[in-house]
């Protein structure tokens, strides 16, 4: 058993080393509700939905006591219209400390879970054309950290999953070994 949970931490050390390789974010041109956009693109392997959704939400937000102090207009304001999300007022001060615009798109396809995200700074949409290069840098770096912690989720779920699977088998086999014991006893 020992051995089996030191192979599995070791996966999950690995996965959370290598994870960036894995976190490759891409510089895309998508149709979007307000035009043709550059973005960025993501892809989380083997996540999930519901839970890429929920915490994509949540990093935008990124609700802190002192919002509810603040007036209506300059919180966060998080719509989902259509297959979009958008959220006007964010401030994420890795990018910058004026609030911004962000826009994306989350689907479910067959490699996994895809994140596209567009985020406007000063009308203008984040690229590695029409920004700072620091800007740019940061907004990647920014939804390379969203991924990179979806992956981690992803696989500290699958390693739960796991040892739960361990923990019945481990079970079953001690009531099979008292069950043999019984028997050895009846049969001597």
Not at 167 to 174: A, F, G, R
Request: one cysteine or more.
């Amino acid at each position: 058993m020992k051995s089996y949970l030191l192979i599995v931490f070791f996966f999950f050390l690995s996965t959370v080393i290598f994870s960036q390789e894995y976190m490759k974010v891409e510089n895309v041109t998508r149709e979007t509700s307000k035009g043709i956009q550059q973005g960025f693109l993501i892809t989380v392997k083997d996540a999930d939905f519901k839970t890429v959704q929920k915490e994509w939400e949540k990093s935008i937000k990124d609700c802190k006591f002192f919002d509810v102090l603040k007036k209506s207009e300059s919180k966060v304001q998080f719509s989902h219209q259509g297959d979009e999300y958008i959220a006007n007022n964010v401030i994420i001060n890795t990018i910058s400390s004026t609030p911004i615009s962000v826009m994306a798109t989350i689907a479910d396809i067959q490699e996994g879970i895809r994140v596209i995200a567009f985020f406007q700074l000063d009308s203008v949409y984040i690229s590695k054309d029409n920004s700072k290069e620091e800007t740019y840098l940061a907004t990647k770096n920014y939804l390379r950290s969203f991924g990179i912690d979806m992956l981690q989720q992803t696989v500290k779920s699958h390693l739960e999953s796991q040892e739960n699977l361990l923990n019945d088998l481990e079970n079953e086999l001690s009531k099979l070994q008292s069950k043999k014991d019984d028997y050895e006893k009846s049969i001597g």
